[in-house]
């Protein structure tokens, strides 16, 4: 269980069951327009995930799950890449689940509060796609 005030680090995974910041079960708030991540939470059907996969030439489908295994020059830039994607997921307020394998990082994104893939997955995976090193 999170203490209140506790941040999670990058390894906790997506979506956790809990608000970090208040200890409370985590609300996810849809709506607003813009670039907003939480207005893209509605499932997406299976043209809008194809359509989606389309741009995301990196990234595989895995069930409700999108994933991909980025290969780092070395462990030290492995772990300042999943630095920079837990700072632009915490910024949305949508977190991947992230595998640490010397310097292989292996994202898996999915809107676990929604089951299954929303929008938010898909702009995040852009994110991560833009800080690749």
């Known amino acids: ?7 999670p680090t990058p390894m906790m995974g997506c979506c956790g069951e809990h608000n970090p910041r208040s200890g409370s079960p985590k609300r996810h708030i849809f709506g607003g327009s813009g670039g907003n991540i939480g207005s ?10 194809t359509q989606a996969l389309a741009d995301l030439a990196s ?8 994933t991909r295994t980025v290969d780092c020059p070395d462990f030290p830039a492995a772990i300042a890449f999943v630095g920079r ?6 910024a949305a307020d949508h ?3 992230i ?3 010397w310097r292989k990082v292996t994202f898996t994104l999915s809107t676990h ?6 929008g938010k997955d898909t702009q995040l995976a ?3 796609d833009d800080l690749e090193p």
Do not use: F, K, Y
């Open 40 to 49: 893209m939470a509605h499932l997406l059907n299976e043209s809008e995930i």
């Open 59 to 66: 990234w595989t489908r895995e069930g409700d799950s999108l």
């Open 113 to 118: 509060s929604e089951g299954g893939l929303t």
């Open 85 to 90: 994607v837990a700072e632009a997921a915490e």
């Open 99 to 101: 595998d640490i394998r």
């Open 95 to 97: 977190h991947p689940d």
């Open 1 to 7: 269980m999170l203490r209140q005030g506790h941040r």
């Open 126 to 128: 852009h994110q991560i």
